[in-house]
């Protein structure tokens, strides 16, 4: 069973930075494509961001992309979303899963419902 833990969530000025980690236990981590996913009070979930873990592309919406950088630190298990440049928008619980890397290949990135597994989220709140 695999299971993810969010951290890294908070406050934070328009401008600012922050930086979500994912910790992935269970499974074999180079198996897996892991995403961030965030979701705004009365919208819907939406995709954010991915990185393959085996070769380590990386997938982006076009809404935080030049702001945002998704990593891995495979000794760790563990992914980080390095977010600069942060706009009230960015406002959020952002959610980290997984999915075996062939799923992610096949169905893309941001298709939420081919991801097994999720984390609780943490809050992410930007003020103007």
């Known amino acids: 069973e695999v299971q993810l833990v969010e951290s890294g969530g908070g406050l934070v000025q328009a401008g600012g930075s922050l930086r979500l980690s994912c910790a992935v236990s269970g499974g074999t981590f180079d198996d897996y494509a892991i995403a961030w996913f965030r979701q705004a009070p009365g919208k819907e979930r939406e995709g954010v961001s991915c990185i393959s873990i085996g070769d380590g592309s990386t997938f982006y919406a076009d809404s935080v992309k030049g702001r945002f950088t998704i990593s891995s630190d495979n000794a760790k298990n563990t992914v980080y979303l390095q977010m600069n440049s942060l706009k009230p928008e960015d406002t959020a619980v952002y959610y980290c899963?997984?999915?075996?890397?062939?799923?992610?290949?096949?169905?893309?990135?941001?298709?939420?419902?081919?991801?097994?597994?999720w984390g609780q989220g943490t809050q992410v709140s930007v003020s103007s």
């Open positions: 899963a997984a999915v075996h890397r062939i799923q992610q290949i096949v169905y893309g990135s941001f298709e939420e419902d081919i991801y097994d597994y």
